[in-house]
T-cell receptor, first 111, second 111 residues
């Protein structure tokens, strides 16, 4: 069965600092991997996705993620965080017809 | 603009009452999904449908029912058999499983 682990429930960073959100997955084949962001009371917005090819993928809002097969990880990074990045971030893994989501990481940005 | 519309945004249910959440998409997507979101638990799949007049149970289908009579519509009914229905419900759709588009959600509260 596929599964996703996001080990950090809450993360606080200062504005302008770098960010890394961790994601580990379990999947029996080559995974499709996704990062989504959710603002309070809203739906999820796709930040980036990985299917194959270059293991470093670029997304919207200056985010990037790196797929490391040997570590079963797909960590999300941003070089310099903005106050507007405060939100909840979800990693997801899927293949075929459905996605499995992690439990999310709540990001707080200190000014 | 194309997208997914969920209504209502807020819904209140009395004990023993059935309620129906609406999900409509004009993206011409084949597959549609219902997820339930509770704090700290991420998104859990309730039901999904890949084509009209066909749907499958997800991980937490008990106490819920769906229909897919039209490609654009995938309503979710929360029945009285669902003992803990208070949650945030998200509808999503996709055409190629390369990334889901989400609605803005319905918050259901039992009163």
């Amino acid at each position: 069965a596929q599964s996703v682990t996001q080990p950090d429930i809450h993360i606080t960073v200062s504005e302008g600092a770098s960010l890394e959100l961790r994601c580990n997955y379990s999947y029996g084949a080559t995974p499709y991997l996704f990062w989504y962001v959710q603002s309070p009371g809203q739906g999820l917005q796709l930040l980036l996705k990985y299917f194959s090819g270059d293991t470093l993928v670029q997304g919207i809002k200056g985010f990037e993620a790196e797929f490391k097969r040997s570590q079963s990880s797909f960590n999300l990074r941003k070089p310099s965080v903005h106050w507007s990045d405060a939100a909840e971030y979800f990693c997801a893994v899927g293949g075929g017809n459905k996605l499995t989501f992690g439990t999310g990481t709540q990001l707080k940005v200190e000014l | 603009d194309g997208g997914i519309t969920q209504s209502p945004k807020y819904l209140f249910r009395k004990e023993g009452q059935n309620v129906t959440l609406s999900c409509e998409q004009n993206l011409n997507h084949d597959a549609m999904y219902w997820y339930r979101q509770d704090p700290g638990q991420g998104l859990r799949l309730i039901y999904y449908s890949q084509i009209v007049n066909d749907f499958q149970k997800g991980d937490i289908a008990e106490g819920y029912s769906v229909s897919r009579e039209k490609k654009e519509s995938f309503p979710l009914t929360v029945t009285s058999a669902q003992k803990n229905p208070t949650a945030f419900y998200l509808c999503a759709s996709t055409t190629d499983y390369y990334g889901y588009t989400f609605g803005s959600g319905t918050r259901l509260t039992v009163v």
